[in-house]
């Protein structure tokens, strides 16, 4: 990768570099990534929704339109799609008969095992010009850069004082 060097010649490592360096880095892995899911022709909202279930297990249906960030409209859709495929099943758990829980069939696991283990050796293909040791860095740095952005922008929300912004309006 060329670095871009500062008007005083050192390299840039400002906070909007930064970000332009990483955008290409996510545009490319997403490139690689959806190219990886959908040669299984499965769309990332049902690949979503399978590997959640694969690593954990049954989950009530608003759970995983909130873990892997869909709305209920686009949950929905994802769970019908699968099951008019016989890859997910709905069922009502005896604790509540209103809420509905969707699991891999035996079908949808061994689908989804197979999606999932070719889209890891994509994943694991493009990570591999970095050691293991500059990924156990790179994924730590991202988590704190992560909890960092998170931070400013809550106060983006809540503004310096602390309060939301129309506890400040009159």
Known sequence: MSKVATSAGSPDISGTHLWLVMLKAH????????????SFEVGL????????LLHKGSQPV????RR??????AITAAVDRLESCQLVAREAPPSDRRARVV????RGKEQAAKVFADHKKAMDAAASGL???ERAT??????KLGVSAEKTANVGETGHDGTSDSESRP
């Open 103 to 106: 699991r891999l069939t035996a």
């Open 138 to 143: 790179l994924i730590q740095l991202l988590k």
């Open 27 to 38: 545009r490319a892995l997403e490139r690689l990534a959806i190219q990886s899911i959908e």
């Open 62 to 65: 608003n759970e995983i339109g």
């Open 131 to 133: 050691s293991k040791s």
């Open 68 to 73: 892997i960030g869909l709305t209920s409209g």
């Open 45 to 52: 909202s049902d690949f979503a929704v399978m590997e959640m």
